[in-house]
């Protein structure tokens, strides 16, 4: 069972930046393309970011483009999203989640494994 934990977030002022870390345990993490999604009060989980299992590949959610970036590190067991120009509404929780089947997806219904989430606040 694999086990994920993510950490970074709190509050950001609107244009600043941060780094959220998601670490992996319970299974081989180089066997799982992972993704980072994101719910706002009211809202439904969204897709940000995925990458596959040995960083070749990633997809952004438009909303993110050229301001977010997701890489890994499989040596560490860990999948980072490194945020930039933060908005007001980048406001929300942000989960990472884990993939076992091959190839990148924007659905969270194709993830297997969840963090419990992080909250990530961007004040002006």
């Known amino acids: 069972q694999v086990q994920l934990v993510e950490s970074g977030g709190g509050l950001v002022q609107v244009g600043g930046s941060t780094r959220l870390s998601c670490a992996a345990s319970g299974g081989t993490f180089s066997n799982y393309a992972m993704g980072w999604f994101r719910q706002a009060p009211g809202k439904e989980r969204e897709f940000v970011a995925a990458i596959s299992r040995g960083s070749s590949a990633t997809n952004y959610a438009d909303s993110v483009k050229g301001r977010f970036t997701i890489s890994r590190d499989n040596a560490k067991n860990t999948v980072y999203l490194q945020m930039n120009s933060l908005k007001p509404e980048d406001t929300a929780v942000y989960y990472c989640?884990?993939?076992?089947?091959?190839?990148?997806?924007?659905?969270?219904?194709?993830?297997?494994?969840w963090g419990q989430g992080t909250q990530v606040t961007v004040s002006s």
């Open positions: 989640a884990g993939r076992s089947r091959l190839g990148l997806s924007q659905n969270a219904a194709m993830y297997d494994y």
